[in-house]
C-alpha cells in the first residue's frame, strides 16, 4: 500500500447536506452573482435583442444576458416567460454548442432555478 487513498472524500458539507439544500445553494448563488442583476428586465430585453443581432444567439455574452433576463423577469414575477425564454436558448445551444457545453449547462442550471421556483420540481431536476 502506498498510503494514498483510492478515492477523494466527498467535501464534509456533502455528507450532511440533502438535494434540497443543495437546490437552495444554487439558487442563491445565482441570484447573488448574476451580471446585471440590479438592472430591470426591460434594459436587459433591449441589450438582449441588440447583442443578437449583432452577436449572434449563441454568443456567450448574449447567452449571459439571456440567463441574467431570465432571472430577472422569474424575480419580478413573470416565471412562464422565463421559462419560455431559457427553453428557447437552451434549444439553441444544444444544437449549436453540444449538450456537454458549458453555456449549455449554465442554461440548464438557470432553467432549473426557476423551475424549482414553480414547484416543478421533477422537471427542474432534469436539469440540474
Known amino acids: ?20 439544500d443543495w437546490r437552495q445553494h444554487a439558487r442563491t448563488l445565482l441570484l447573488e452573482r448574476a451580471p446585471h442583476r ?7 430585453r433591449s441589450q438582449l435583442a441588440s447583442q443578437e443581432e449583432q452577436l449572434g444567439q449563441v454568443d456567450a455574452q448574449t447567452l449571459r444576458t439571456a440567463h441574467s433576463l431570465a432571472l430577472a423577469l422569474a424575480q419580478a414575477g413573470q416565471q412562464e416567460e422565463a421559462v419560455q425564454l ?43
Open 38 to 44: 440590479d438592472q430591470p428586465a426591460a434594459v436587459l
Open 86 to 128: 431559457l427553453r428557447s436558448k437552451l434549444g439553441v445551444c444544444r444544437e449549436q454548442l453540444g449538450a456537454g457545453h458549458d453555456v449549455t449547462m449554465g442554461t440548464r442550471l438557470v432553467l432549473a432555478v426557476i423551475l424549482d421556483g414553480l414547484d416543478k420540481c421533477e422537471e427542474a431536476a432534469t436539469h440540474y
Open 1 to 20: 500500500s502506498s498510503g494514498v487513498p483510492r478515492t477523494i472524500p466527498a467535501p464534509k458539507h456533502l455528507w450532511t447536506s440533502d438535494e434540497s
